[in-house]
């Protein structure tokens, strides 16, 4: 079985349906979770380094599984392993909602991560094999971006009513029914598929990167912490796995990640972009809710209401820029994502936006238009001019990359932040402590504008178009529907 079957309109609307609400579940444990770090916090007894883990420990597996998840679900069917995720997810969730401690909350929210790799890049998989003509496959990622903003909106919003009368605990029910459903129409609606000719395993290449990941998230968080010695030799396993994926995937005659992509300048910089935006989503979120509910004294609600300037915004634009990308390309959205995310990170970083409303107010506009500008034209970006047959990890690249940057985000946005703090009060020490934070965001906006520039122009399509032809003698003799993983 290869490619999906062709589809009436009703059936791929509603395939893209199922498919975002997998999206929607993961996206808002997210951005609920958020809002609850101050709650865990007291409840839990966790220090910030404690924090940082319970949304790295997520992102960070899930970094190191999406390419393993993909090439599955393109060997053994498409199908199969998102319902399978959908499991993993929805019983991960009912764990976490009974975590006694901070530990197991950290491994819970790991097994949720292990179905989480399994369902949005099997699902833009699944989306992109169903809308398989380029300006409804825009529209339909534009959708899929709006899902993230809906999730932006709401997440706060549910997060917040759900700590406030009940606990944060009741975060993780929200995904019970949610997952429930989803399961039931993918085993109704949505019909199985599988690449023509999978990618084989590359077991050593997937344990480099999953130790290149761990060892370099570890080194970052626990810094503040331990001091430069004890995690020294995390900072030296994070270098040698690193080496070691230089030196290794290239002698594979099918590796877990191509190097010769990064010959591609629009692949090249979209990495970096899917690196330096979701960096900053994540370093904006864990400084806001701390901010708001730990130094403004709100509760739960009110911090995700204040929230909501951020998240609108992400939700009106993101249709908007894929509906760009299809019509003109990724260059404009771009652009003004890195315009409006570098002028956020400024007001706060410069002028201490958050003492004020208006400026707080207006930061988190600013900061939502750039994030609901950036997120479609990333994938459209790393597959400009690759082959068809490579198209699927390119994008499972792009959407690593996304995971990792939320991942370096929280640590490194968190490890600032705690060796500003140190031992005194977050009500007093905060601000200055936060302000080398808002300076990194503020440098990932301007590389997003940058790089965005750089890598859409001319001379950026004619190096895809040679690394399209160095690729092209390793694509099967038959046509390959690979899909696109976001």
């Not at 399978?84 to 401690?101: Q, Y």
């Amino acid at each position: 079985m290869g490619r999906m079957p062709e589809l009436s309109p009703r059936r791929r609307l509603l395939v893209l349906a199922i498919c975002c609400m997998s999206l929607l579940i993961v996206s808002l444990d997210n951005t609920a979770l958020n809002v609850a770090l101050p709650s865990m916090q007291r409840d839990l007894h966790a220090s910030t380094s404690g924090l940082q883990w319970t949304i790295d420990a997520y992102t960070l597996v899930l970094a190191s599984l999406l390419m393993l998840a993909g090439s599955t679900a393109d060997r053994i069917g498409r199908k199969r392993v998102f319902m399978t995720g959908l499991v993993v997810f929805t019983v991960g969730s009912a764990l976490c909602s009974l975590a006694p401690n901070l530990e197991l909350l950290i491994v819970f929210r790991m097994v949720q991560a292990v179905g989480g790799s399994m369902l949005n890049p099997v699902a833009m998989s699944i989306i992109t094999n169903t809308f398989t003509d380029p300006r409804e496959r825009a529209r339909a990622i534009g959708v899929w971006g709006a899902v993230v903003g809906i999730s932006m909106a709401a997440g706060p919003l549910v997060g917040g009513l759900l700590v406030q009368s009940v606990s944060w605990r009741a975060i993780f029910w929200v995904n019970l029914p949610v997952g429930l459903a989803a399961l039931l129409l993918t085993l109704r609606f949505v019909p199985e598929s599988r690449a023509p000719r999978a990618r084989r395993p590359d077991p050593v290449g997937q344990l480099l990167v999953i130790a290149l990941f761990g060892a370099l998230t570890y080194a970052i968080i626990e810094a503040p912490a331990s001091g430069a010695g004890p995690v020294a030799p995390f900072a030296a396993v994070a270098v040698a796995a690193l080496l070691a994926l230089l030196w290794y995937e290239p002698r594979r005659e099918e590796p877990l990640i191509d190097l010769r992509f990064f010959r591609s300048a629009p692949f090249s910089g979209a990495t970096v972009i899917a690196i330096s935006a979701f960096a900053a989503l994540g370093g904006f979120l864990f400084l806001s809710t701390l901010y708001l509910q730990n130094v403004r004294g709100l509760d739960a609600l009110h911090a995700g209401l204040w929230m909501l300037p951020m998240a609108a915004p992400t939700f009106l634009c993101a249709p908007l820029s894929g509906r760009l990308v299809g019509s003109r390309g990724p260059r404009l959205p771009l652009l003004v994502a890195g315009t409006a995310m570098t002028a956020s990170g400024i007001l706060f970083a410069a002028f201490e936006a958050e003492t004020a409303n208006a400026t707080l107010l207006l930061g988190y506009v600013l900061f939502g238009i750039g994030f609901g500008f950036v997120n479609a034209p990333i994938t459209n970006t790393a597959v400009s001019g690759m082959p068809r047959a490579q198209a699927g990890v390119a994008a499972a690249v792009a959407s690593t990359s996304r995971q990792l940057g939320q991942t370096l985000g929280v640590a490194v946005v968190g490890a600032v932040l705690a060796s500003g703090i140190g031992s005194a009060s977050y009500r007093r020490t905060f601000v200055t402590a936060a302000r080398p934070g808002w300076w990194i965001l503020t440098a990932c906006g301007l590389a997003v504008l940058l790089l965005g520039l750089l890598t859409s122009g001319h001379w950026a399509h004619r190096t895809a178009e040679r690394t399209a032809a160095a690729l092209e003698p390793t694509e099967p003799r038959h046509p390959v529907e690979t899909a696109e993983r976001a």
